[in-house]
């Protein structure tokens, strides 16, 4: 029975949100849910493709699909890890195995981008990590790099300001 649980300091359970993924793979149900200002919540459903957005009901009122045909669809396993929503409205997304960062409008759609093909290196090795910075520069982690770029931020035209490499 997957849910997002909220606890508060003394270890009191707050809330209790069922969530609907399509797996019964544990492992591989969900990542990195946030709680919005307007308090409902951002889940990954990493095998669903998709981004979910959920009442504190837990009834699902958006959902922002991932395997996107341009990547290569399923195959390319743009999973959804990390989805941060911008104050613009807008959505952040890591897409882990597909190696690119996404900015998605309200109804989902590609306004921002980037992927290996817009750097020299493939720093994007498994992104599971971002967040968007006041400058409007992205920061991403690079999880599955074992050498090379774990670390860096883009500015929003794509350039690499720094790069941090190591364990």
Not at 18 to 47: C, F, S
Request: charged content about 25%.
């Amino acid at each position: 029975r997957p849910k997002i649980v909220e606890v508060d300091s003394e270890g009191n359970v707050l809330k209790s949100v069922p969530l609907a993924p399509e797996t019964d793979n544990i492992h591989m149900q969900t990542r990195m849910a946030r709680k919005l200002e307007n308090g409902n919540y951002l889940v990954p459903h990493l095998l669903a493709f998709a981004v979910k957005e959920y009442t504190p009901k837990g009834e699902i009122i958006n959902t922002f699909s991932t395997d996107y045909e341009d990547f290569g669809g399923r195959e390319a396993k743009t999973w959804p890890f990390t989805a941060i929503r911008l104050k613009s409205g807008n959505t952040l997304v890591t897409l882990t195995n597909g190696n690119r960062v996404v900015e998605l409008d309200a109804k989902g759609n590609i306004v921002w981008m980037i992927s290996n093909s817009d750097f020299e290196g493939n720093p994007l090795i498994d992104p599971c990590g971002a967040q968007r910075l006041p400058s409007g520069n992205t920061v991403i982690a690079s999880y599955g790099a074992k050498e090379g770029i774990k670390l860096f931020e883009v500015s929003r035209n794509k350039k690499n300001v720094w790069s941090y490499y190591g364990h």
